[in-house]
């Protein structure tokens, strides 16, 4: 196996977390980084513990699932926000992630920030 700096390996990951709106191809990433597709494949596998493609789609639906809890920003928009090019994919990469879809997640999310605030006016 070829050798990569661990460093490299870090920039590729932080390079990712603040380009997740954007193409993240393992081609694009090759190309931005100078590096093979196996090398980059197998190494950052090695050192973050997970297929690279399976580390993007983890930071994206992270990402969505913030943004749903945190925003009223439409669906269609987060969608977008977290590289996906249309609400389509999305949903269904949403719902495969988390067994339910991006709505039915945000309307549980607002449940029960509304039973936690009126636990707390009980409280006081």
Known sequence: MSLVPNNLLLQVGEYIKS???EDLSVASLCKHF???RTVL???FKAFHSLPIHTYILRLRMEKARDMLIETDESIKLIAIECGY???????KAFKKMWNETP???RSLQ???????????VVKS
């Open 103 to 105: 709505e039915q997640f």
């Open 34 to 36: 100078h590096i093979t």
């Open 19 to 21: 380009h997740l709106n």
């Open 85 to 91: 090019r249309n609400a389509r994919s999305f949903l």
């Open 110 to 120: 607002r449940k029960l920030h509304r039973n936690k605030s009126s636990l707390l």
């Open 41 to 43: 494949q197998e190494r």
